[in-house]
């Protein structure tokens, strides 16, 4: 079973809407990131958090924002979104200080039209 | 700068025979290594990890071996079987520092 979760699954949505994308985890993981994937490409980083308060931007500019207000919760938002947001956003995370990878989330795939 | 490089985009294996498939990396400080699966849609499975004290570490039908003088790691599968079909990611990582991964190699097993 999941131990973290992401929703929706898949998502269609006009140019200019705003949204969000949720992500949770149940294993007190102190580390949380989002990577973005297009298909056959590399996963790309575009935010961390390392606690909460904590945020910060990855190795691919975003023009999402994110927020950790809870440990659990790292929610991912698009003030504006355009087709070029079109792709997979994948939610993981790991417990701060672990040698052990991450456990990530079943993702988003996000098609904006 | 790509510290984990995967240069086979792409593999093509007969079911029932091995799977290799490398990863290079050019931080000699990483001193663990994973590989993940991921199928389309799906977010990324842990597969199997290896210390850097290691060079070898095997679960099963899979086996990473760790060259670290040659910094370079392999993953491999036997037998093959079509389940297996997927993209494959190799990440590094150093302490409590982000992961590092490869671009993926998408293994087909053929019939």
């Known amino acids: 079973e999941a131990d973290i979760y992401q929703t929706p699954r898949y998502l269609v949505i006009g140019t200019g809407k705003k949204i969000t994308l949720e992500c949770s985890q149940t294993?007190?993981?102190?580390?949380m990131y989002w990577y973005q994937q297009d298909p056959g490409m590399e996963l790309h980083l575009i935010h961390y958090s390392y606690g909460v308060n904590s945020t910060e931007k990855g190795d691919l500019s975003s023009e999402s924002t994110v927020s950790r207000i809870r440990t659990e919760h790292f929610p991912l938002t698009l003030e504006s979104a355009r087709p070029s947001h079109t792709s997979q956003y994948l939610c993981?995370?790991?417990?701060?200080?672990?040698?052990?990878?991450?456990?990530f989330g079943s993702g988003t795939r996000l098609t904006v039209v | 700068d790509q510290q984990v490089k995967q240069n086979s985009p792409s593999l093509s294996v007969q079911e029932g025979r091995i799977s290799i498939l490398n990863c290079d990396y050019t931080?000699?400080?990483?001193?663990?290594f994973l590989w993940y699966k991921k199928y389309p849609a799906e977010g990324p499975t842990f597969l199997i990890s290896?210390?850097?004290?290691?060079d070898k570490n095997e679960d099963g039908r899979f086996t990473v071996f760790l060259n670290k003088s040659a910094k370079h790691l392999s993953l491999h599968i036997v037998p093959s079987q079509p389940g297996d079909s997927a993209v494959y990611f190799c990440a590094a990582g150093r302490g409590a520092q982000k992961l590092v991964f490869g671009q993926g190699t998408r293994l087909t097993i053929n019939p």
């Open positions: 294993m007190g993981h102190d580390k």
């Open positions: 931080n000699s400080m990483f001193d663990y």
């Open positions: 290896i210390s850097s004290i290691k």
């Open positions: 993981a995370s790991t417990q701060a200080g672990t040698s052990y990878g991450y456990t």
